[in-house]
T-cell receptor
Framework: AQSVSQHNHHVILSEAASLELGCNYSYGGTVNLFWYVQYPGQHLQLLLK????DPLVKGIKGFEAEFIKSKFSFNLRKPSVQWSDTAEYFC??????????WGAGTKLIIKP | GAVVSQHPSRVICKSGTSVKIECRSLDFQATTMFWYRQFPKQSLMLMATSNEGSKATYEQGVEKDKFLINHASLTLSTLTVTSAHPEDSSFYICSVGDRGDQETQYFGPGTRLLVL
């Protein structure tokens, strides 16, 4: 069965630290990959997505993600986090059946 | 992106009653809407895909008679939890598929249901 794994349920960082959130999926075919973010008290919103082309995708607010096909990974990165990045981050994968499979989410807390 | 609203944001009901949750696409016509359920510390679980003017497509394990979905217009889909029980308490979220890019979804703020 297809699945999406986010390695860390909780991450705590200080401001200006670098961030990398892991996301691995299990599906051998063509996939579309997404990172969504949910800020406290707000609804889910798209951070970035990968469909094809350059495997390094840049999203909003300085976030980027790299698709590494051989590792079935789509890790989210930001070189220097801010307090306002405190949120929950969800990785999602769409396979050929068009169903979106979600990871369990990673709660990121940035200490000011 | 699309703006999606849900109503109510929170609802508390007695066991055995039915609860209706509305999902509205405020700024574009959505032929497809999705209903998710989220349990604490777990990922979103797709319950059903709501198609305007036709029957919803339910995911395996989701009771269609329990969770009634109506997508009567291009801007409104409703989810009715019938004869609610405490185990139905959860966070219900709807999303709409981008008309031009069906692979990106825009989410509503969610509805927290508590069944006593």
């Amino acid at each position: 069965a297809q699945s999406v794994s986010q390695h860390n349920h909780h991450v705590i960082l200080s401001e200006a630290a670098s961030l990398e959130l892991g996301c691995n999926y299990s599906y051998g075919g063509t996939v579309n990959l997404f990172w969504y973010v949910q800020y406290p008290g707000q609804h889910l919103q798209l951070l970035l997505k990968y469909f094809s082309g350059d495997p390094l995708v840049k999203g909003i607010k300085g976030f980027e993600a790299e698709f590494i096909k051989s590792k079935f990974s789509f890790n989210l990165r930001k070189p220097s986090v801010q307090w306002s990045d405190t949120a929950e981050y969800f990785c999602a994968v769409r396979a050929s059946n068009y169903q979106l499979i979600w990871g369990a989410g990673t709660k990121l807390i940035i200490k000011p | 992106g699309a703006v999606v609203s849900q109503h109510p944001s929170r609802v508390i009901c007695k066991s055995g009653t039915s609860v209706k949750i509305e999902c509205r696409s405020l700024d574009f016509q959505a032929t497809t809407m999705f209903w998710y359920r989220q349990f604490p510390k777990q990922s979103l679980m797709l319950m059903a895909t709501s198609n305007e003017g036709s029957k919803a497509t339910y995911e395996q394990g989701v009771e269609k008679d329990k969770f009634l979905i109506n997508h009567a217009s291009l801007t409104l889909s409703t989810l009715t939890v019938t004869s609610a029980h405490p185990e139905d308490s959860s966070f219900y979220i709807c999303s709409v598929g981008d008309r031009g890019d069906q692979e990106t979804q825009y989410f509503g703020p969610g509805t927290r249901l508590l069944v006593l």
